[in-house]
């Protein structure tokens, strides 16, 4: 409900539409929410549904530059204190996770400058042996200001391997677009560019492209950032194929992991 709220005031100024697009976002809700569903499953249908009523297709973007903007003093700020290993690089992109709409930069600032990252859970040593063994990577990129903490890691990867960025087809809540990369100045070093298919937080395989299923199926490992991709992948059998690296910013995801809220995981899957 919460997101249903906030999107519906993102996407217009118009207080009778913004009521109009909340009463049946809420419908939508009471609908779909049953157990057992992933949440991103009513999550989809739910930012289609706003933005097709506001008629404004992508409600998070005045946010996504502000937080593309951001990302880059915060990446400046703490850089210097990483050095050039798959540890210390996993370390550096699960902190541009901590980001967040609307979550203070002032605040984002304090976190960096004191606290040093570390994993509640840590499988951060087997990244680099399971980077080395691979032929074919894809990198799924979580939200638009992560970009510029993803590069160091993404390009390591391709030192070794075949590595393929992964973004949003479509604008959906403040995730990474081809359009974000664009506008960050980050299309050389991002190199190359995939999409799910999909706006989902995550990834619904229903409504994924055909290239990425194909892509999936065929990667030998698969580095997924954000609470999207952990809570519609962790569904998959484990392979130790899928390697999540998120920050747990919610109880569901936080309880689900088994670790306290707000704890950074990087977990083989």
Do not use: W
């Not at 915060?74 to 996993?90: A, S």
């Not at 203070?104 to 570390?118: A, V």
């Not at 990867?157 to 973004?167: G, I, L």
């Amino acid at each position: 409900m919460r997101l249903a709220h906030q999107a519906s005031d993102l996407a217009t100024d118009d207080a009778g539409l913004r009521e109009d697009t909340k009463r049946a976002a809420e419908q939508m809700i009471r609908d779909k929410l049953k157990p057992g569903i992933v949440s991103v499953e009513v999550a989809e249908p739910l930012h289609r549904l706003i933005k097709k009523v506001t008629g404004n297709r992508d409600p998070y973007r005045k946010f996504k530059d502000v937080e593309i903007d951001e990302a880059r003093r915060l990446f400046e700020l703490v850089k210097d204190g990483y050095k050039e290993d798959f540890v210390d690089y996993l370390k550096l992109a699960a902190q541009g996770n901590a980001m967040d709409f609307f979550r203070p930069i002032g605040e984002l600032e304090k976190e960096f400058r004191e606290n040093r990252l570390e994993f509640v859970i840590d499988d951060s040593s087997l990244l680099e042996g399971r980077v080395k063994s691979s032929s074919l990577i894809l990198y799924l990129a979580d939200n638009s200001g992560e970009i510029i903490f993803d590069m160091p890691l993404l390009n390591l990867m391709r030192r070794y391997t075949h590595a393929v960025y992964v973004v949003k087809e479509l604008p959906v809540q403040n995730d990474v677009t081809r359009e974000d990369i664009r506008k960050a100045g980050l299309q050389q070093e991002a190199g190359e560019v995939m999409t799910t298919g999909t706006a989902t937080p995550g990834v619904l395989f229903e409504l994924a492209s055909e290239e990425f299923k194909q892509a999936f199926d065929s990667a030998d490992f698969i580095f997924a950032k954000g609470m999207g991709y952990y809570e519609t992948l962790d569904e998959q059998p484990p392979q130790g194929k899928i390697f999540f690296c998120l920050k747990a910013k919610c109880g569901p995801v936080a309880r689900s992991l088994g670790v306290p809220l707000n704890s950074y995981v990087a977990k083989l899957h």
